[in-house]
């Protein structure tokens, strides 16, 4: 097993809503700098941990919860251990620094760094092979990260790298060895930007990147489903689940969700596709029953809001004055083609139509509901023919 083992700039860090409870509001996540082992974490301003170990570095790992180096001074090895906690070894004690000036104490051995509602702790203690146990923790005050800081100093950090190294190696084995550390790469970037339950998504869910974008977006979200379930059946059914949990009573499925809301824009009709591309995988029957009557109202409501002169043929919202995103629902964004304020008949949202529609025939079909397989079938062949 090679698991990705380049540094650079930009590998998202924090902790996986697989592994336990993670937030989405003020989120400890953070992402690598240019430098070797240094970690920058954002919440409203940057603060960065840094390892100042001089000479060369190989890395063994670097992933999205974890990080393992050897060095010319020894051993290096950061993980998470929960949303807010770091721990680790090093040849050499950790080094805060921030964009704004914070205010610091020394308390029982813990130094603290605080500032408006966020402080950082740091604890370390010699061991015995000359390198130094750490904690790094998060908190909303002084108290609480000093006392996180305390807490975890007790953690068995060799079997907290067993068990993230064990997440790898019970995954399927990459086929193409030429792929072999991007494939592991990938499954360390799918897990990292999973979420827990959280406001108004009652179960595990998916984003795109924690950092910047950390919101869940709809064909996202099925894309990263068609992925999780060649490992992880369940998860992917709650990419879905986390989807239609947000869809609004007209029907409406946004582009962009939060655990507090969803916007009035769409996305392409990808839903149906992704429930029975998850159900070929997993063969859960409940799982389609569950979604079909979502995904019937979600198509209807596309079917009825983007045929604005009503031939057939759907046009994408667009906002051309809108300098920052012209057709945020299109996923194009700022193409020049939505520079115009006239309707346009699209052809590529026609054909996300047709295509779904398809799939939630199948789906109705293999729910012995032939009528309604019938129905949709017949819109996919009449948008076509359009």
């Not at 007790?154 to 190294?165: F, H, P, V």
């Not at 709809?218 to 879905?240: P, R």
């Not at 962009?256 to 009035?264: I, K, R, Y």
Request: proline content about 4%.
């Amino acid at each position: 097993m090679k698991l990705n083992n380049i540094w650079g700039y930009g590998h998202l860090f924090g902790f996986s809503g697989i592994d336990g409870r993670n937030r989405y509001y003020n989120d400890f996540i953070g992402k690598t700098t240019h430098k070797p082992l240094e970690f920058e974490f954002g919440n409203g301003e940057w603060v960065r941990f840094s390892f100042p170990i001089a000479g060369r570095k190989s890395f063994r790992a670097v992933t999205g919860d974890f990080v393992d180096a050897k060095t010319g001074s020894g051993d290096f090895y950061i993980a998470f251990v929960s949303a807010d906690v770091l721990v680790g070894y090093s040849p050499v004690l950790p080094v805060f620094t921030s964009q704004y000036k914070h205010g610091h104490r020394i308390t029982r051995g813990i130094d603290v760094w605080f500032r408006g509602q966020n402080a950082y702790a740091i604890y370390h203690k010699p061991m015995e092979n000359g390198l130094y146990k750490f904690v790094i923790s998060h908190a909303a005050n002084w108290s609480l990260a000093r006392g996180d800081a305390f807490h975890y100093m007790d953690t068995d950090i060799e079997a907290l790298k067993a068990s993230r190294y064990t997440y790898f190696k019970n995954m399927p084995k990459c086929r193409d060895k030429r792929y072999e550390r991007l494939y592991y790469k990938a499954l360390a970037v799918n897990k990292v930007n999973v979420y827990s339950p959280t406001g108004n998504i009652p179960c595990h869910w998916t984003t795109p990147d924690r950092v910047p974008h950390r919101h869940m977006w709809l064909w996202d979200s099925v894309f990263h489903a068609m992925s999780i379930v060649t490992y992880n059946g369940e998860l992917a059914k709650d990419a879905l689940r986390a989807v239609f949990s947000m869809q609004k009573e007209n029907g409406l499925i946004g582009a962009t969700m939060t655990p507090d809301g969803v916007t009035d824009m769409t996305q392409p009709q990808v839903l149906a596709w992704g429930v029975w591309s998850v159900y070929q995988k997993t063969g859960d029957r409940a799982f389609l029953k569950e979604c079909v009557g979502a995904l019937d109202r979600y198509l209807t409501w596309d079917m009825q809001n983007r045929d604005a002169n009503k031939n057939g043929l759907l046009e994408w919202f667009t906002e051309p004055e809108y300098t920052e995103s012209k057709c945020g629902e299109s996923g194009q964004d700022n193409s020049p083609r939505f520079e115009f304020a006239e309707e346009m008949d699209a052809v590529d949202f026609s054909a996300f139509m047709v295509h779904d529609a398809l799939y939630l025939s199948k789906i109705y079909a293999e729910l012995g509901d032939t009528a309604s397989a019938e129905k949709w079938m017949n819109i996919s062949e009449n948008v076509k023919a359009k």
